[in-house]
């Protein structure tokens, strides 16, 4: 069964508007991690924001918020002013507590692309 | 400068010719993964390190092998290379892989496979 879901296959936004890319998650351990992770053009994986599963303020780095809302089993990712260098595809992922050795689980993934 | 090395960024190559991918990391990293991306599916672990001579499988390692014989080096092993094997591969390495870690994974920067 899929683990985690990004349901949003792609997405346009313009550019200095905000923009939040939905996923969902499913796990039965009460410790986990998320993690979200930019992929542009060229190829490589950066990491953005992690959420662990007992923080409870969701997590903020520069422009990347994490909306975390442990109920719904969902972390969307927010970009805030959106620039034409945050065109990529982005993933979400997780690791969960009892899986020990680290093992990250990707969703599909969302393109998103920036217009002018 | 932090980093995951991996050679080569492209091959293109014909089916059944032994190849090797190599991953290096300088961060003194215990954990290293390989990952596989092909579309609509994210990322899949192939096989996993937790440190020196201790590896295991993935969600999918079949038609792969590795080795850790060093802390730094884990080359990813394609005795028999066929054509499902075409993908974009990825090593990443981690602080640590036990339970949840607030540790992300650094990736390379990829390697694109064409087996022929």
């Known amino acids: 069964a899929q683990k985690i879901t990004q349901t949003q296959p792609g997405m346009f936004v313009q550019e200095k508007e905000a923009v939040t890319l939905d996923c969902t998650y499913d796990?039965?351990?009460?410790?986990?991690?998320l993690f979200w992770y930019k992929q542009p053009s060229s190829g490589e994986m950066i990491f953005l924001i992690y959420q662990g599963s007992y923080d409870e303020q969701n997590a903020t780095e520069g422009r990347y918020s994490l909306n975390f809302q442990k109920a719904r089993k969902s972390a969307n990712l927010v970009i805030s002013a959106s620039q034409l260098g945050d065109s990529a595809m982005y993933f979400c992922a997780m690791r969960e507590g009892t899986d020990s050795w680290g093992k990250l689980q990707f969703g599909a993934g969302t393109q998103v692309v920036v217009t002018p | 400068e932090a980093q995951v090395t991996q050679n080569p960024r492209y091959l293109i190559t014909v089916t059944g010719k032994k190849l090797t991918v190599t991953c290096s990391q300088n961060m003194n990293h215990e954990y290293m993964s390989w990952y596989r991306q092909d579309p609509g599916l994210g990322l899949r672990q192939i096989y996993y390190s937790m440190n020196v001579e201790v590896t295991d499988k993935g969600d999918v390692p079949e038609g792969y092998k590795v080795s850790r014989k060093e802390k730094r080096n884990f080359p990813l092993i394609l005795e028999s290379p066929s054509p499902n094997q075409t993908s974009l591969y990825f090593c990443?390495?981690?602080?640590?892989?036990?339970?949840?870690?607030?540790?992300?994974?650094?990736f390379g920067d990829g390697t694109r496979l064409s087996i022929l």
């Open positions: 990443a390495s981690s602080l640590t892989g036990t339970g949840v870690s607030n540790q992300p994974q650094h």
């Open positions: 796990t039965s351990d009460q410790s986990y991690g």
